[in-house]
């Protein structure tokens, strides 16, 4: 069992940089995936990125590429997901997530945090 607890979320405005954490409550193994979903009002939660603890290889949506960065740091069992230049349609409510397949499918994913509200202003 793992529990996840996001951090992180706020208002910004267009053009700025947010950095959102994910604490998991135990030490990550080296098979576990770490990814981010994010899902705005009336829209289906979407991938955001994902990293994969054994090879430290990351994934990317492909229209967040160049924007969003995820990162983790092994010893504190912490993903991070630094997000520049934001837009106000990247307003949503950011999950993290653990899971034991390289996938951008929320579906493959067991374990979920509570998410933190993300809002953009124009």
């Known amino acids: 069992q793992v529990q996840l607890v996001e951090s992180g979320g706020g208002l910004v405005q267009a053009g700025g940089s947010l950095r959102l954490s994910c604490a998991a409550s135990?030490?990550?193994?080296?098979?576990?995936?770490m990814g981010w979903f994010r899902q705005a009002p009336g829209k289906e939660r979407e991938f955001v990125a994902a990293?994969?603890?054994?090879?430290?290889?990351?994934h990317y949506a492909d229209s967040l590429k160049g924007r969003f960065t995820i990162s983790r740091d092994n010893a504190k069992s912490t993903v991070y997901l630094q997000m520049n230049t934001l837009k106000p349609e990247d307003t949503a409510v950011y999950y993290c997530a653990a899971g034991y397949l390289r996938s951008p499918r929320a579906s493959d994913y067991g374990y979920w945090g509570q998410g933190t509200q993300v809002t953009v202003s124009s």
């Open positions: 990293i994969y603890w054994s090879d430290d290889s990351t």
């Open positions: 135990r030490r990550i193994l080296g098979h576990y995936a």
